[in-house]
């Protein structure tokens, strides 16, 4: 799917304009791509035009939601289909994605880019093949790239995630000349497909996987047991674990998961919010 290149809008960014507007400007300058760059939009009384393109001004947008130009009117990046999948704009630029209303990445107290640079650094990327499982919004991935990773294959189950892919710029383009070809974007499930993965052909691998209430076969014994299975001796996992339940039932989600993966074969280690994991 190819990537979007038109104006990402926000309630405060609509009112932004409007604002310029009505104050008698003839332009207005600012971020049009969630952060990712800085352009001019010119002002007229009943439209805007950015790119060479010529836009209405959108009206009561909602809060907490992103905006596209979908080729009749602004519409919301969200998508139902028995779940309600919706990219949220962040302080940081880079946005998170919430499933029914759960935010699947941490934006309060940092960019989710970088808490993803800070766990991808755990497996030391350069050079290596990655295996990310899980793959969401490609933070994961686009750390890898930066930090000069050789290959990267990316597994994404949810066809309305990767669709929220082409929608932010945030999210890395595996077609994109700077990409170079090294991330391989795969529309699976990885809990299937890593069955078709060769045994020690990954040099690291990254895991975030949804709540075990919504994904529980990719923390069961059965997955570790395959993810030691395809990583190389002496290899680098990060799980991402959180904390989840700990307050309401007492559960240790990261306990259980090093002890997992110890059995799998792994020397484990409780890091940062999750379990980083050595192959034996």
């Known amino acids: 799917m190819s990537h979007y290149s038109g104006p990402l809008?926000?309630?405060?960014?609509?009112?932004?304009?409007?604002?310029?507007?009505?104050?008698?400007?003839?332009?207005?300058?600012?971020?049009?791509?969630l952060g990712r760059s800085r352009g001019e939009a010119t002002l007229e009384t009943d439209a805007w035009r950015w790119r060479d393109e010529r836009y209405p001004y959108p009206q009561k947008l909602k809060d907490r939601t992103i905006y596209y130009w979908d080729g009749d009117e602004f519409a919301p990046v969200s998508r139902f289909s028995g779940s309600l999948i919706k990219l949220v704009p962040s302080e940081w630029g880079a946005p998170t994605f919430e499933i029914d209303g759960i935010k699947m990445l941490p934006t309060?107290?940092?960019?989710p880019?970088?808490?993803a640079r800070r766990k991808v650094a755990l497996v030391e990327p350069r050079g290596k093949v990655v295996l990310d499982t899980c793959g969401g919004l490609g933070y994961f991935a686009a750390c890898c790239v930066e930090a000069g990773v050789a290959r990267i294959d990316s597994f994404e189950k949810n066809p309305d995630v990767l669709w929220l892919r082409t929608l932010n710029p945030w999210s890395p383009d595996p077609d994109a000349p700077a990409i170079g070809g090294r991330l391989q974007l795969v529309h699976a499930d990885v809990s299937e497909a890593i069955a078709q993965i060769a045994d020690a052909s990954v040099d690291?691998?990254?895991?975030?996987?949804p709540r075990f209430g919504i994904a529980g076969e990719l923390y069961s014994q059965a997955f570790y047991d395959q993810l030691a299975r395809v990583l190389r001796p002496g290899g680098r996992l990060f799980h991402y674990t959180g904390t989840p339940n700990k307050l309401t039932s007492g559960r240790d989600v990261p306990r259980e998961v090093h002890?997992?993966?110890?059995?799998?074969?792994?020397?484990?280690?409780?890091?940062?919010?999750?379990?980083?994991?050595?192959r034996r």
């Open 9 to 33: 809008l926000t309630r405060d960014l609509a009112q932004a304009l409007l604002a310029a507007r009505d104050a008698g400007a003839d332009a207005w300058t600012g971020s049009l791509d």
């Open 108 to 111: 309060s107290k940092e960019s």
């Open 113 to 115: 880019i970088d808490d």
């Open 204 to 209: 690291a691998v990254l895991h975030d996987p």
């Open 259 to 278: 002890k997992r993966l110890e059995k799998a074969g792994f020397k484990a280690q409780l890091a940062l919010d999750g379990v980083l994991a050595t």
